[in-house]
């Protein structure tokens, strides 16, 4: 089926151009079902009942722009006549098939969102690190010329104006609470900050899109990122690490071992059931 | 006793006889506050250690939908732990004192949780016979005596169809698809069916506490007629599903107008409150274990916000 109405051929450069915003959607897909994903695992186990609320929801959130992202990217997919994801079945894409039928080397999330949980203080850094990302993300996108990823963008935002509000709070509370809360947010730091450069180096399908207004350049983010860690960092009395080699790959598909175990228990019941309406 | 004191007995039980709520500042018998704080912290941990055995399936839920469906419910039973700690609070227990009987195993919590999920089926057995049992008597518990439990559960029960309906959902789902699912759907029914029977605890001849609750009308309803409600219930839907409930006793009986049931195994029921059920101690382990490692946090926000409150004050002084 093509793409575009029929009294408009189909060019090279149009294929092109899906072809990365399938891509593309499918990045921001992962990210979030991923980090939803391991948020999640602190519903019944937080340390205190009221964040184990909020960080339930703040997966709930994730879960549902992931959602919306996905339903996006394969009603793309199923429009296009090239397939760019290997799907198992000739069966329509569907958000399902997308979050539960691809393997690790077809993942684009970035790194930062499959690093494991640890103790509080690194899942609540992990939040603010990619929460403040995500903001100017999306705040930007409100621009994109896409106006599916526009509309997302539009209500996810406000979304992610709270996590940001509420991570930097606990970033805060940690960094200046005991002594143990600040050696531990510190320990998050060292741990998280190989995989904060990545957010900010555009992918082939980023960059591909950034001259027709679609994707967002996220290079040009990383000032406007500092900006808000050094303020937040100074209020916790938190330094901010220099000279860290910087780990990337993820959106490209080259992840960390740990991927392929939680998409190994996520997907297990799709995998161990196939064709199967549940 | 004192005259006085019988004239605040006497006054107490007309009030709850007429339906009058009692509230947190009323004279009330030493007895009841002490029955009340039992069942309301019991009622709060059930929801807490009840997030364990759906929280198990959250990671392995079968698609996104199910995915966000499941954490939801599973962040209400949190809520619905948050407003009844708050309602034994007005009983004048703190919720750390509360949460600390349940780590020491001093507290009780429904027993129900003590048994694992094996399966995705689980997630719709528990909705549907757990969540199903626990309805009814928190839609008889709206009525209680006790004003703040009354509104705990009267905001619970709004949250709670969604959760029995969610689970028949999971079910109908699973009765319609594949063989294996099929099987997967039976199988979670046959080992969730009697221990949801026993969840509403001993037979009315066994049980100790029975008669004064509804002399004071914290119970409205006896076990067993709860009990039967619910298997009358259960004994229609189930057709809907056209699966079967694992009894063979269970026959419609046109004298009484209920469905007859078969025997419950009661010693099993005693040897899972006395915590040799399949998951007692996983179950309060998890909890230690979340409340132990949570300590850290605890102290931080204390200490962060003491700092605040020390800061904002040299602030005023400054100021003046
Ligand atoms: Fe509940
Ligand atoms: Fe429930």
């Known amino acids: 089926m093509p793409i575009t109405n029929s009294e408009f051929p189909i060019t090279n450069s149009q294929l092109l151009i899906t072809n990365q915003l399938i891509n593309y959607t499918l990045h921001l897909a992962d990210n979030t079902l991923i980090l939803a994903q391991q948020n999640s695992e602190w519903c019944g186990h937080g340390p205190i009942l009221e964040q184990d609320i909020a960080i339930t929801n703040i997966s709930l959130d994730l879960l549902g722009q992931a959602r919306n992202f996905y339903q996006y990217a394969a009603e793309l997919i199923n429009q296009s006549t090239s ?31 499959e690093q494991e949980n640890g103790d509080w203080a690194k899942t609540i850094l992990r939040q603010f690190v990619f929460s403040n990302y995500q903001y100017l993300l999306y705040e930007k996108m409100q621009d994109s010329k896409d106006e599916a990823l526009r509309a997302i963008a ?4 406000k979304e992610v104006i709270y996590h940001l509000k509420w991570s930097s709070e606990w970033v805060i509370r940690l960094g200046d609470g005991t002594e143990e809360s600040n050696q531990r947010i510190n320990k998050a730091v060292i741990e998280l900050w190989p995989y904060v450069d990545e957010l900010f180096i555009n992918a082939a399908y980023e960059s591909a899109l950034i001259s027709n207004n679609i994707s967002v350049d996220v290079a040009s983010l990383k000032n406007l990122w500092m900006q808000k860690t050094k303020e937040i960092f100074a209020e916790a009395t938190l330094g901010i690490p220099e000279n860290i080699f910087a780990h990337k790959g993820g959106k490209q598909g080259m992840h960390t071992e740990r991927l392929g175990y939680i998409l190994a228990e996520m997907q297990f019941l799709q995998r161990a059931y196939p064709n199967s309406v549940w | 006793m004192s005259m006085q004191l019988h004239d605040f007995e006497n006054s107490f039980q007309q009030k709850v006889d007429a339906e009058i709520k009692i509230e947190p500042k009323d004279w009330m018998p030493e007895a009841y506050r002490k029955t009340l704080i039992r069942q309301i912290s ?16 959250i990671s392995r839920a079968p698609s996104l939908k199910r995915k966000a469906i499941l954490i939801s419910k599973v962040q209400d039973e949190a809520g619905h732990g948050l407003y009844l700690y708050s309602s034994c609070e007005t009983l004048g227990i703190t919720r750390e004192e509360t949460i600390n009987d349940l780590n020491s195993g001093k507290a009780k919590y429904s027993s129900i949780f003590n048994y694992p999920t094996l399966t995705w089926a689980d997630m ?12 009814l008597n928190q839609v008889m518990l709206c009525r209680t005596s006790y004003g703040p439990y009354a509104r705990a559960m009267v905001r619970i029960c709004k949250e709670e169809s969604f959760h029995q309906r969610q689970g028949f959902d999971i079910l109908l789902t699973l009765s319609r698809g ?7 759907c ?11 029977l026993m969840m509403f605890g001993p037979k009315d001849s066994e049980s100790t506490n029975t008669d004064q609750s509804m002399k004071w009308k914290i119970k409205r ?23 079967h409930l694992p009894d063979k006793d269970l026959k419609w009986n046109t004298e009484t107008q209920h469905y007859d049931f078969g025997e419950i195994d009661w010693s099993e029921f005693w040897n899972v409150v006395k915590g040799n059920g399949p998951c007692n101690k996983q179950r309060l382990e998890a909890r230690r274990k979340a409340h132990e490692e949570g300590e850290w946090v605890r102290e931080a926000a204390a200490a962060y916000a003491e700092k605040r409150k020390s800061r904002a004050s040299a602030g005023n002084l400054e100021a003046a």
């Open chain 1, 83 to 113: 397939q760019p994801i290997n799907l198992l079945t000739s069966q329509p894409a569907t958000e399902d098939t997308l979050a539960y039928l691809r393997d690790n080397r077809e993942f684009r999330n970035c790194l930062l969102v």
């Open chain 1, 154 to 157: 539009e209500k996810a935002l």
């Open chain 2, 42 to 57: 019991q009622h709060a941990h059930s929801e807490i250690v009840g997030m364990l055995p759906e929280g198990n399936w």
């Open chain 2, 124 to 135: 719709g057995a528990i909705g549907w016979l757990v969540d199903g049992a626990a309805i």
């Open chain 2, 178 to 184: 594949t063989d294996a699912q099929k099987a997967m």
């Open chain 2, 186 to 196: 039976q199988d979670a029914i046959n080992r969730w069916w009697w221990p949801s």
């Open chain 2, 221 to 243: 309803k006896t076990n067993d007629e709860l009990r039967q409600q619910f298997i009358d219930m259960c004994a229609e839907q189930v057709k809907i599903l056209n699966m």
